[in-house]
T-cell receptor, first 116, second 109 residues
C-alpha cells in the first residue's frame, strides 16, 4: 500500500496522559500536513512540516501540542497532558511539493483519539 | 469565522438524477479550489479541482463550476449513483487547505 499510513487508527487515553500519533507519507512525498476534525466540523489545519523542519505551525495550539518530521521515520504529532477537548479525529496528509504546483494533498485514514 | 462555507449540511438525491453541492468563500484572493469526498472512518479523497483562471472543470460525471464575481463554486454529479453517498468537502488551497464543514450526500436507489 503506497498511501499515507497513520497509526494507531484508534487511541484511548486518560486525562493527563500523553498521546503520540504517527504518520508515514506517501513514497516520494516530502511534505506533511496535520489536520484535526471535531464532530460535525470540517478539517482544520494544524501544522505543515518538511523533513526536519516545521514550515507553518499557525494552526497548532500554543501549549501541549508539538510535531516533528525527523530525517528518518514517520512524522509524529504529540499531545501532552491530554484533556477531554482533545478528543477528535486527527488526519495526516502528504504532497510531493508545497502546493505551489497545485498538487492535491493525499490523506491517511486518520487516528481517532478518545480521552476518558 | 468560516472562510469556506457549505450552507447545506445534507442533500438527498434519487439515483440517476443530478446532485448539486454548493460552496461560498469570503476571500477574493483565493484562487484554487478542490473538492474532497469522505466516507465514514476513512480519510478525505481528492475528487476534482479548479483554478481561478477557469470557470469550469469536468472529469467524467463530476463538473465543478466557479463564479469568481459571486465567490461561489458548485460541484455537479450526473448521473448520481448510490456509491456517491458520502460527505463532500469544498476546500480552498493556500498551501495548507481550508475546509468547509461538508455536505452529506445521500443517493437513494
Amino acid at each position: 500500500n503506497a498511501g499515507v499510513m497513520q497509526n494507531p487508527r484508534h487511541l484511548v487515553r486518560r486525562r493527563g496522559q500523553e498521546a503520540r500519533l504517527r504518520c508515514s507519507p506517501m513514497k516520494g512525498h516530502s511534505h506533511v500536513y496535520w489536520y484535526r476534525q471535531l464532530p460535525e466540523e470540517g478539517l482544520k489545519f494544524m501544522v505543515y512540516l518538511q523533513k526536519e523542519n516545521i514550515i507553518d505551525e499557525s494552526g497548532m495550539p500554543k501549549e501541549r501540542f508539538s510535531a516533528e518530521f525527523p530525517k528518518e521515520g514517520p512524522s509524529i504529532l504529540r499531545i501532552q497532558q491530554v484533556v477531554r477537548g482533545d478528543s477528535a479525529a486527527y488526519f495526516c496528509a502528504s504532497s510531493p511539493n508545497d502546493g505551489a504546483g497545485n498538487q492535491p494533498q493525499h490523506f491517511g485514514d486518520g487516528t481517532r483519539l478518545s480521552i476518558l | 469565522d468560516q472562510q469556506v462555507k457549505q450552507n447545506s449540511p445534507s442533500l438527498s438525491v434519487q439515483e440517476g438524477r443530478i446532485s448539486i453541492l454548493n460552496c461560498d468563500y469570503t476571500n477574493s484572493m483565493f484562487d484554487y479550489f478542490l473538492w474532497y469526498k469522505k466516507y465514514p472512518a476513512e480519510g478525505p479523497t481528492f475528487l476534482i479541482s479548479i483554478s481561478s483562471i477557469k470557470d469550469k472543470n469536468e472529469d467524467g460525471r463530476f463538473t465543478v463550476f466557479l463564479n469568481k464575481s459571486a465567490k461561489h463554486l458548485s460541484l455537479h454529479i450526473v448521473p448520481s449513483q448510490p456509491g456517491d453517498s458520502a460527505v463532500y468537502f469544498c476546500v480552498s488551497s493556500q498551501g495548507n487547505l481550508i475546509f468547509g464543514k461538508g455536505t452529506k450526500l445521500s443517493v437513494k436507489p
